[in-house]
């Protein structure tokens, strides 16, 4: 089954062809993204127009670029998956009515893809994990740990009251006059930093709710970085290290809680699976390891050009959809709030769809 995938719903516009095998094997033949961040970078974020402008200016030719290396054409694709949300309207709209167009045109099944869905099962595709596992979400807009039960059944068991993990090293990163994205920023500071030097909060620790809530420490980095102004080298990279520090700690704290929780509604999981651009911290997935380590299972972490957006995970989110015959309408709605548990999934019980 081969499928072609399109991603436009934040500042990546990405194209890619994906084969999943009847035995559920992924194999990506093309996997094409276009990164808008020099565009967004002198505003320090992402800018919803200019964002959804440059979709449609490169869409077209990433499209083409994706199904020349996979070396097909659109006859021979047996679908065309868009993401249809959630995520910023105006990109959302053009790579889904390019979806819709290409479907009508060739008449094949247009299927319709939830973003965090696409997140949520790119483990399949890279490393054919197998249901129930618990993942780990975390990216610029997103902060989640869910039970993945299996396509179209997921659990969300905690989420961030406030700030995604993402959004807050970029707060961090700008509010240091690092660049934009912050993460790699923060990150490459906190390298030569000393993380003891900054007493932050470890907010919802201990609790037993697995929720985020990164506000509290992302002001207290403020008063701290305040106090000592102006800020010398050194004091950046210590401020970038103490942050990076308690971050690490809460994700730790918050896992063993979702952990807890999982195991509790949904039986042992299969893995740890971690998903979004957080991933790519290497403090972050030391964590993880222990995390996993701690819980007997293994640790999956997507290469870090499939954890952050791109066009195959849609793609293989459409393969998995196709196989089991899920389908959209040409009329289906964009959407830029789309929670995972609303996805519609097959009608068979939970556990059955391991195919
Ligand atoms: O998944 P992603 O590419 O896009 C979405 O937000 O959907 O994630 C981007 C986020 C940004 O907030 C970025 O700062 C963060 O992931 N990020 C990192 C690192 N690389 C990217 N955060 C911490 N450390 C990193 N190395
Ligand atoms: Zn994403």
Not at 78 to 94: H, S, Y
Not at 233 to 260: N, P, T
Not at 314 to 340: C, N, Q, S, V, Y
Request: charged share 20%; with cysteine; aromatic share 4%.
């Amino acid at each position: 089954m081969l499928v072609l995938g399109i991603e436009t719903t934040c500042d990546e516009t990405a194209a890619a062809v994906v084969e999943r095998s009847g035995d559920g094997q992924g194999r990506i033949l093309s996997n094409i993204v276009l990164s808008q961040v020099s565009e967004h970078a002198a505003f320090g974020g992402v800018v919803p127009e200019i964002a959804a402008r440059a979709h449609v200016e490169a869409l077209d030719r990433i499209i083409g670029k994706a199904m020349a290396e996979a070396g097909k054409s659109f006859s021979e694709i047996d679908g065309v998956a868009a993401a249809a949300g959630p995520g910023l309207i105006g990109g959302v709209i053009v790579g889904l009515t390019t979806a819709k167009a290409i479907a009508l045109v060739n008449d094949k099944p247009l299927i319709a893809i939830n973003h965090l869905e696409a997140h949520a099962l790119t483990a399949r595709l890279t490393a054919s994990t197998q249901f129930p596992y618990c993942l780990f979400l975390a990216s610029g807009g997103h902060t989640q740990i869910l039970a993945v039960r299996g396509v179209g059944d997921y659990s969300l068991l905690g989420t961030t009251l406030d700030d995604a993990i993402g959004e807050a090293f970029d707060k961090t990163a700008k509010l240091l006059g690092l660049g934009y994205p912050g993460g790699p920023q923060v990150e490459k500071e906190a390298l030569r930093g000393n993380a003891t030097r900054f007493t932050l909060p470890r907010p919802m620790h201990g609790r037993p709710e697995p929720q985020f809530s990164l506000s509290g420490l992302k002001t207290a980095l403020r008063l701290d970085a305040e106090a000592i102004a102006p800020l010398s080298d050194q004091d950046v990279a210590d401020l970038c290290a103490s942050f990076q520090q308690a971050v690490v700690e809460v994700i730790h704290d918050r896992l063993r809680a979702g952990m807890k929780m999982f195991r509790a509604r949904h039986g042992a999981p299969t893995a740890l699976v971690a998903a979004g651009g957080v991933a790519a911290n290497e403090a972050v997935r030391k964590i993880l390891q222990r995390v996993a380590f701690e819980h007997g299972i293994k640790l999956v972490v997507p290469p870090g050009e499939l954890c952050t957006d791109n066009g195959a995970m849609i793609a293989w989110a459409g393969a998995e959809r196709l196989a089991l015959g899920l389908t959209d309408p040409l009329d289906f709605a964009p959407r830029a709030r789309w929670p995972l548990e609303d996805i519609a999934g097959p009608k068979t019980k939970p556990g059955m769809m391991d195919a």
